[in-house]
């Protein structure tokens, strides 16, 4: 019980701090919306699409699709079920969900300190940023080069499937990248126009569920580092997304008050990233270690954030 409690908790903090940036943008918009009624559809039907669409069928189509003997639908329903037969399809599948997913989170942390503009909580990340772009694509490139040599000289089963895993998690960084990068873009418009922007609260309101998937894809893929049950995951990272919407309305200025509440949630993506690697070439690793460093992690940011606001003698928990 206290390992059950340990993984949902740990995957409350995480989704948490991954969908700051999420909390910020969904205020940002919404303070340019005339209509209460769209903002209220935002910030309650919201929660819903948010928690059980999101949170809930993208866990399931992941594992559908790490799964090919199971249907589409089959592993919607079976998968909330305790049929044996889909506990061991799911555990076969692991390594090619591990392995794509720790993919995924390598590059995106790799992203964020290499091209991303940040606040410094380390020494070595304002170095490392002047030479950014030319170090993450060579990252990018050996990463994806390496991960395929060590597939081809294993022993594991079905290396194709594991080598077309790796560049599904390569590709999807990429696809979801793009979109962020685009709806930064569309973001910046919509605040600099304000209410006189040109698109109506609804589109607004459409633009802002479309980000959240978006967004959310980093959150479920991590998930999977701390457990591959699909009803533990909606439950973590449920509670983790109504969190962000009560943060949306009432504590938006707060939360940008943390400076470093981005690095901690960043390098715990990298963690579970190698975690996730590891779990596919090396052995078995115990479900506590990856929640245990994620607190610890996203604890020590919050305590660098903490510390910078009484210095600068700013309100703080």
């Known amino acids: 019980m206290f390992e059950l409690f340990l993984i949902i ?11 700051i940036d999420n909390a910020v943008v969904n205020a940002d918009v919404l303070s340019t919306m005339k209509s209460r009624r769209a903002r209220r559809f935002f910030l309650t039907w919201g929660i819903l699409f948010a928690v059980l669409v999101v949170r809930g069928v ?20 079976v998968i909330w079920q305790n049929d044996p037969s889909v506990t061991v399809a799911v555990l076969e599948a692991t390594p090619i969900i ?5 993919m995924f989170l390598i590059l995106l942390w790799a992203h964020w300190l290499f091209m991303e503009d940040k606040n410094f909580g380390l020494p070595h990340e304002q170095y490392i940023q002047k030479y950014g772009a030319v170090w993450f694509y060579s990252i990018a490139a050996l990463l994806l080069v390496g991960v395929l040599y060590e597939i081809n000289k294993s022993i594991l089963e079905n290396p194709m499937h594991l080598a077309l895993a ?28 304000g209410e006189h922007s040109s698109m109506s609260d609804w589109s607004k309101v459409l633009f802002l569920e479309v980000l959240d998937t978006v967004f959310s894809i980093d959150g479920v893929v991590g998930a999977f580092a701390f457990t591959t049950s699909v009803p533990m995951i909606l439950i973590g990272t449920g509670i983790g997304a109504i969190v962000v919407r009560q943060l949306t309305v009432f504590g938006v200025e707060r939360i940008r008050s943390y400076s470093y509440l981005k690095n901690g949630a960043m390098y715990s993506i990298g963690f579970l990233g190698f975690v996730m690697i ?11 270690f990856s929640p245990v460093v994620t607190i610890t992690v996203v604890g020590y ?12 003698g700013k309100n703080t928990i």
């Open 278 to 288: 590891l779990e596919t070439f090396v052995a078995h690793i115990p479900a506590w």
């Open 98 to 102: 591990m392995i794509a997913g720790g």
């Open 301 to 312: 940011f919050l305590w660098l954030s903490v510390a910078e606001n009484r210095l600068n």
């Open 9 to 19: 908790f740990g995957l409350v903090i995480f989704e948490t701090v991954m969908s």
């Open 166 to 193: 790796t560049a599904v998690g390569f590709s999807i960084f990429f696809i979801t990248q793009g979109f962020k990068d685009n709806a930064q873009i569309i973001e910046e418009r919509i605040i600099a126009f």
């Open 58 to 77: 993208l866990p399931s189509i992941i594992v559908y699709l790490s799964t090919p003997n199971l249907s589409f639908f089959g592993a919607i329903s």
